[in-house]
């Protein structure tokens, strides 16, 4: 069963343009939301993350918005440039309980950001 | 402060062949674990550690075998390679405080192709 769906699988903005990949999880026990990103090469990093205790997050032009009720989240990406083409992975996770610091990945969206 | 690495970066094995991909960070991070990547999963969890000596396993544990005698160093051990375990593996590392378990640190990865 896959606790985590993300979508798009691929997405190509033009650069300026806002980038939204969503995230819907089916396990309750999660209590932080991060959002990884991964260059073609290299091992993910973090990019943003978020507690359930707000339901919206800003650094920079990235944005995370939060949604309990309807166990979703999704990053936004402002004014999105060529440098922001990257896979982008959720990743919820808990530190509590059996998920116990494990990230649950979703199977990442291809972000592509045309000059 | 090199972070996580792993070694080696390239690896080419014929099936059969047992191998050793080594991971190693010099944070003093309690919690390790071992994803493979492949095209469009994601990133699945195979073995997890959360401190010297404690290892369990994860979504995708079959082929492989782990331990962790020290909290820097934690290998996974392929022991009779097969063409399914081609992918790129990844190791990483956090903190086992609470707040701070769930930003994972990855290393560069290794590619691995058993033909």
């Known amino acids: 069963q896959q606790q985590v769906k993300q979508s798009p699988q691929s997405l190509i903005v033009q650069k300026g343009g806002i980038s939204i990949i969503n995230c819907a999880y089916e396990?309750?026990?999660?209590?932080?939301f991060p959002w990884y990103q991964q260059f073609p090469g290299k091992g993910p990093a973090l990019l943003i993350a978020?507690?359930?205790?707000?339901s919206e997050k800003k650094e920079g032009r990235f944005t995370i918005s939060f949604n309990k009720s309807a166990k979703q989240f999704s990053l936004h990406i402002m004014d999105s440039q060529p440098g922001d083409s990257a896979t982008y992975f959720c990743?919820?996770?808990?530190?509590?309980?059996?998920?116990?610091?494990?990230?649950?990945f979703g199977r990442g969206t291809q972000l592509t950001v045309w000059p | 402060n090199a972070g996580v690495t792993q070694t080696p970066k390239f690896q080419v094995l014929k099936t059969g062949q047992s191998m050793t991909l080594q991971c190693a960070q010099d944070?003093?991070?309690?919690?390790m674990s071992w994803y493979r990547q492949d095209p469009g999963m994601g990133l699945r969890l195979i073995h997890y550690?959360?401190?010297?000596?404690?290892?369990d396993q994860g979504e995708v544990p079959n082929g492989y075998n782990v331990s962790r005698s020290t909290t820097e160093d934690f290998p996974l051990r392929l022991l009779s390679a097969a063409p399914s375990q081609t992918s790129v593996y990844f190791c990483?590392?956090?903190?086992?405080?609470?707040?701070?378990?769930?930003?994972?640190?990855f290393g560069p990865g290794t590619r691995l192709l058993v033909l």
């Open positions: 944070m003093n991070h309690e919690y």
């Open positions: 990743a919820p996770t808990s530190d509590r309980g059996s998920t116990l610091g494990r990230l649950y």
């Open positions: 550690s959360v401190g010297a000596g404690i290892t």
């Open positions: 990483a590392s956090s903190s086992a405080g609470t707040g701070r378990r769930e930003t994972q640190y």
């Open positions: 396990n309750t026990a999660f209590d932080y």
């Open positions: 978020i507690r359930p205790d707000v």
